[in-house]
């Protein structure tokens, strides 16, 4: 019985990450703030997986409704979207160059580079 459970878990599990197809994944590190009453985060942390193929970012576990978004050398957001679904995101092809990536997702904020 705990073999047959363990199997349905796994194939869930397989059918609800989206398919990176020939993408990277893109390395995210937890950005950790401390809690307004002092405190350490009491949840545990779940960071969010991202591949990207050229400009098509797509999203796996852990982003559905977060925001992810590309910021310049200047800190600028050049690139904001909100994840409605796991799956493909189109980046403007006019970017071009190094780039960090953050995916906001409530309190949490993760954070890596790309370069396109």
Not at 29 to 52: A, C, E, F
Request: proline share 7%; charged share 15%.
């Amino acid at each position: 019985m705990r073999k047959l459970l363990l199997l349905v878990a796994l194939s869930i599990a397989t059918t609800m990450n989206a398919d990176p197809g020939d993408g990277v994944v893109i390395p995210l590190n937890p950005i950790i703030t401390t809690p307004d009453n002092g405190g350490h985060p009491r949840s545990p942390i779940i960071v969010p997986v991202l591949y990207l193929d050229g400009y098509t970012l797509t999203t796996g576990n852990g982003t559905l409704g977060s925001t992810i978004q590309l910021l310049d050398e200047n800190d600028n957001v050049v690139f904001s979207t909100f994840v409605y679904i796991e799956g493909d995101i189109e980046l403007p092809t006019t970017l071009s160059g190094t780039y960090t990536i953050q995916v906001l997702r409530g309190s949490q904020t993760f954070e890596g580079e790309i370069t396109l």
